[in-house]
Every structure is written in structure tokens, then in C-alpha cells.
T-cell receptor, first 115, second 117 residues
Framework: DGGITQSPKYLFRKEGQNVTLSCEQN?????MYWYRQDPGQGLRLIYY???????QKGDIAEGYSVSREKKESFPLTVTSAQKNPTAFYLC??????????????FGPGTRLTVL | AQSVAQPEDQVNVAEGNPLTVKCTYS??????LFWYVQYPNRGLQFLLK??????LVKGSYGFEAEFNKSQTSFHLKKPSALVSDSALYFC???????????????FGSGTRLQVQP
């Protein structure tokens, strides 16, 4: 899982609550991403950030929010507006540079369950 | 738009036999292609990538993949499967020289590889 940490590993939330998932990397990567994984659907992009203080919506951003105040940190908040938040959440990062083809490095994931 | 198809939800193979996990892709221009492996409740681990050059790409743990532009495929292969190869495998694509701001990959739905002893 490289130099990317995600916490907590498991998270339980009651309906109507906001929760924040942590993602930290010590790889000095510029770009960071959040994906959601559901069984049989692969990974879907929620938000991404190429530089500090800038981020963009991915394909399924509704009900989620992010911030990028530091290069090494990209927390994801799952709000009460997210209709079906139970899923496995993966954070990833990519180095900047000439390699637009750089592979992404993934954290170990957070499994969120709504009770 | 870019997309990836992994037509098999599961592939079963006996230990010691060759394995193939299929992937086809669709992009407007040239593709960058990736294979990742995921073990239960873990993040994705990078296996290999095709950017340009030789169509046969070698990666980690004895895996290789063959890029076929005419068939828009990037199948993952291994000459001799191990029980420890049992995991979930994802193919991913992004278009070369697309909007540099995004750089996110589009993933297939995954193929579960089961290697029997």
C-alpha cells in the first residue's frame, strides 16, 4: 500500500450523520484521488485534486465533499445527502511530471457502513 | 469518453496451468493501460502498464500482458498460476494526452481469479 494511509479502516455511521475519511501520503505526490468501490462495479471516481487548494468533481461527487489544504492530505466527507454511502472507499495519488502515464498508488481503503 | 470491459466476473484455473484475464478498452486516441490486483479488504496494487513500445509488457509476480491495438485488448497472462494469485484483478485505461488536470483512470468491473490447488 506504499506511503498512503487511510483511517479508519472500518467506519460505522448512523443515517443522517456526516463522516470524514482521512487520507495522508508521504510520497510527495501532487495529485490525489478518491474512489468508491461497490461489488461488481469496479472503482468510480468521486473527487480529485492536482494541487493544493484546488479540487475537481469526478463522476459521482454528489453527497461528498473534499478539501486539500496540505499537499499530503486529502480528506473526504460523506454527507447525509449521499443516498447510499455504504461502500469501500479508496484514496490514491500520482506523482506530477512528464509522466502523464504514471500509475496511481492506492491506500488500504476504508469500509464505511451505514447502520 | 473512455471505458473498460472485463467480460468475465470470475476465472477458475488449476495451479500450474496458464491463466488469462481478459480486458478490452475504448478510448478516442491512444491508450495508457494498467493492471492492478486487489486482495480482500486491501487497496489496489499495481502490476504492470502499457504506455508505448513493445506490445508484450512484463510486470510483477510473473504477470505479463499483451497489448493488441486492432482488437483493443490488453489481456493479463501468467504461464503458471499459483494459489496465491487468487485475488480480484482490475484493468484500467486513460487516454494519452487527455486533459492533464484529471489523469484519473477508468476501471473495469474486475475479474475474480480463483486458482485451485
Amino acid at each position: 500500500d506504499g506511503g498512503i494511509t487511510q483511517s479508519p479502516k472500518y467506519l460505522f455511521r448512523k443515517e443522517g450523520q456526516n463522516v470524514t475519511l482521512s487520507c495522508e501520503q508521504n510520497l510527495n505526490h501532487d495529485a490525489m484521488y478518491w474512489y468508491r468501490q461497490d461489488p461488481g462495479q469496479g472503482l468510480r471516481l468521486i473527487y480529485y485534486s492536482q494541487i493544493v487548494n484546488d479540487f475537481q468533481k469526478g463522476d459521482i461527487a454528489e453527497g461528498y465533499s473534499v478539501s486539500r489544504e496540505k499537499k499530503e492530505s486529502f480528506p473526504l466527507t460523506v454527507t447525509s445527502a449521499q443516498k447510499n454511502p455504504t461502500a469501500f472507499y479508496l484514496c490514491a495519488s500520482t506523482p506530477k511530471g512528464a509522466g502523464h502515464y504514471n500509475e496511481q498508488f492506492f491506500g488500504p481503503g476504508t469500509r464505511l457502513t451505514v447502520l | 469518453a473512455q471505458s473498460v470491459a472485463q467480460p468475465e466476473d470470475q476465472v477458475n484455473v488449476a495451479e500450474g496451468n496458464p491463466l488469462t484475464v481478459k480486458c478490452t478498452y475504448s478510448v478516442s486516441g491512444n491508450p495508457y493501460l494498467f493492471w492492478y490486483v486487489q486482495y480482500p479488504n486491501r487497496g489496489l496494487q499495481f502490476l504492470l502498464k502499457y504506455i508505448t513500445g513493445d506490445n508484450l509488457v512484463k510486470g510483477s509476480y510473473g504477470f505479463e500482458a499483451e497489448f493488441n491495438k486492432s482488437q483493443t485488448s490488453f489481456h493479463l497472462k501468467k504461464p503458471s498460476a499459483l494459489v496465491s494469485d487468487s485475488a480480484l484483478y482490475f484493468c484500467a485505461v486513460r487516454e494519452a494526452f487527455m486533459d492533464t488536470g484529471r489523469r484519473a483512470l477508468t476501471f473495469g468491473s474486475g475479474t475474480r481469479l480463483q486458482v485451485q490447488p
